[in-house]
């Protein structure tokens, strides 16, 4: 079993970051039932912050929190100039976020151009775990996501903030009624959801090629896991990132990662269709 | 008789003097503006009437045009290379597809509209990528020299005159099906499951079956565009079937009027058009400018830039006396 641990580690990395993705949908589902497909537009101004601030010379750890704050800050001015007009209008803000996206990408298309680039990794030595040799760069993420994720969770579940905003998620109304101002909760959530993109995007800058259509890829399986997790609470990014993450890592090791996708997709349209509350909602019944 | 229904007739009256005032071709590249218009009013036929945003209109319009050239080109087995044939394959192909996603997705448990964006997106992409990967279908390539629909008179549609008058026949037919429809008590019930499912249901109504026969209906006809494309362009690729055309039938049926099925087949003739015009003078900035004005018309015109000149108002049994 030498090539399992390399592929446990693989499967790791790529749930961990996309935890971090779906974290921010899953919340911004669950409070504005907003279907955001502008996500992985901030995914990719977080990848593309990290080459233009690595072009200035800005050393790699610093440029983590800097794209994390450029997502947060789009994310802001998008809710401030297009979401606040129609978040009343769910099926609307699929469509906004959409040409949102279109116009995002192509933006990124003309400043950059529409090939790929590369972004220097900060670790470069392997290290050896368990036996083997493994990038310690992708060890460093698994680490990263896994806390970041870990102080969303603290956030959402242990704050007074965390408290008020699982209020407006469970009962926006009654929320309301009792005194939280839920746009100005909105406002933070969109802009914590496309932060989180953001830094996704950045950490996963220097593993792919930077390239416009990076986004795209990412967000799918997202959306795919949220839905397979379920959208009722932020605990179903977990289960569905795990089911989405480590399927696809296995069938691309074992087939191509095209054939990994189209498994992996109809798989999660066939859990979807089957449970629409998706594996969370398998332990209320 | 209303100005509005008076615009809609004057506007076919227009499409169809053009070859008087076109050469030929003008009139050919115009008759491609028209398959792209029959596609946008087969979604606005789902998403204004029954309210499902699909984003995987492509996918059976790109199954019609794979049907048809693959029928046509005799590819095949057991089926003979007639392109009329194709036609209708197509036809029946891209309902059918859509027939098949529908019955996934409504019966049982069911789906909430939301998600079935999402998951018609995942289908869209599953699509794209199994055209690009199979080889017998030309993969990443796709299929050339789709040959042109023999007409009656020893013509055929490689001719700019009959292929656009063609196309002209096949989108008033398509437009007068859905339009009949919408009006028909059919049509009724699909609003009904648009402003309350749960209420239809109790009515007695068995709403998946009228939200599938509506879908591959308008699958249908999104094959019959899809099917036209691959005899006007020869050629089939798995552009026809993935996400970018998805996007640009959504932004073509928002922009014009997703509820009304002129505006939009108005909204994909005018969107083409000007990004035709466009594209020499401003190049990559085009897909900039139509995202956000995509953004915009979603914002600020939720019936889009059309949808209530164009509207031709309820059948007169549903007017209030």
């Known amino acids: 079993m030498s090539g399992f641990l390399p592929l446990a580690l693989d499967a790791l990395n790529y749930t961990s970051v996309l935890l971090l993705v779906s974290i921010g949908l899953v919340i911004v589902f669950g409070m504005m039932q907003v279907i955001n497909l502008a996500h992985g537009e901030f995914f990719l101004v977080g990848a593309y912050a990290v080459l233009v601030l690595q072009g200035l010379g800005v050393p790699f750890w610093l440029t983590l929190p800097l794209a994390f704050a450029a997502g947060g800050l789009l994310g802001l001015v998008c809710d401030a100039a297009i979401l606040r007009f129609i978040y009343h209008r769910p099926a609307d803000t699929i469509l906004a976020t959409w040409g949102l996206s279109l116009a995002i990408r192509q933006a990124i298309v003309i400043i950059f151009g529409p090939s790929s680039q590369q972004v220097v990794a900060p670790l470069t030595e392997p290290v050896n775990v368990f036996g083997i040799s493994y990038s310690s760069y992708r060890l460093a993420i698994i680490a990263i996501a896994i806390a970041v994720a870990a102080v969303v969770f603290a956030v959402l579940y242990k704050t007074a903030f965390g408290l008020a905003a699982r209020a407006a998620m469970a009962n926006r109304p009654m929320a309301q009624c009792l005194g939280i101002n839920t746009r100005r909760l909105d406002r933070v959530t969109f802009s914590l959801g496309a932060a989180l993109a953001g830094f996704s995007g950045a950490v996963m800058a220097p593993l792919m090629s930077v390239d416009p259509q990076m986004g795209m890829g990412f967000v799918l399986p997202a959306f795919l896991s949220i839905l397979v997790g379920g959208v009722g609470s932020p605990a179903g990014a977990i289960w569905g990132s795990v089911v989405i993450g480590g399927s696809t890592t296995a069938a691309a090791s074992i087939w191509t990662p095209v054939i990994a996708q189209i498994i992996v997709f109809s798989l999660s349209i066939a859990i979807i269709r089957f449970l629409p509350a998706g594996l969370s909602g398998l332990r209320r019944k | ?321």
């Open chain 2, 1 to 321: 008789m209303s100005y509005r229904l008076l615009l809609t007739l004057a506007i076919w009256l227009v499409l169809g003097l053009m070859p008087l005032a076109l050469g030929s071709w003008e009139l050919a590249m115009f008759g491609q503006l028209l398959v792209y218009g029959i596609a946008a009013a087969s979604l606005a036929f789902i998403w204004g009437e029954v309210g499902l945003v699909c984003f995987g209109q492509a996918l059976f319009f790109g199954t019609g045009a794979y049907v048809m050239a693959l029928t046509s080109k005799g590819m095949i087995p057991g089926i003979p290379d007639s392109a009329w044939l194709g036609l209708v394959l197509g036809i029946i192909g891209g309902a059918l597809a859509a027939a098949i996603l529908g019955g996934l997705l409504f019966f049982g448990v069911g789906l909430r509209s939301a998600y079935f964006g999402i998951v018609t997106i995942a289908a869209a992409v599953i699509g794209e990528r199994l055209a690009t990967n199979w080889r017998y279908i030309g993969g990443f390539n796709g299929l050339l020299d789709v040959p042109p629909l023999p007409l009656p008179g020893g013509t055929d549609s490689a001719d700019p005159l009959m292929g656009y008058l063609l196309v002209l026949s096949f989108a008033f037919l398509s437009w007068l099906l859905l339009l009949a429809l919408q009006r028909a008590p059919f049509g009724t019930v699909l609003r009904g499951i648009r402003c309350d499912e749960r209420r239809m249901l109790s009515l007695g109504f068995s709403v998946p079956v009228y939200k599938l026969v509506a879908l591959a209906v308008s699958g249908g006809v999104a094959g019959l565009a899809g099917a036209l494309f691959a005899i006007q362009f020869s050629f089939v690729s798995p552009a026809v079937i993935g996400l970018a055309l998805s996007t640009e039938i959504l932004i073509w049926a928002a922009v014009g009027g997703k509820a009304v099925l002129m505006a939009a087949f108005i909204g994909a003739l005018g969107v083409k058009w000007v990004e035709g015009a466009l594209s020499e003078s401003i190049g990559a900035y085009w897909l900039l400018v139509i995202g956000l004005a995509f953004v915009a018309v979603i914002v600020i015109f939720p019936h889009g830039l059309l949808g209530r000149l164009l509207d031709t108002g309820l059948p007169k049994r549903l007017r209030r006396p």
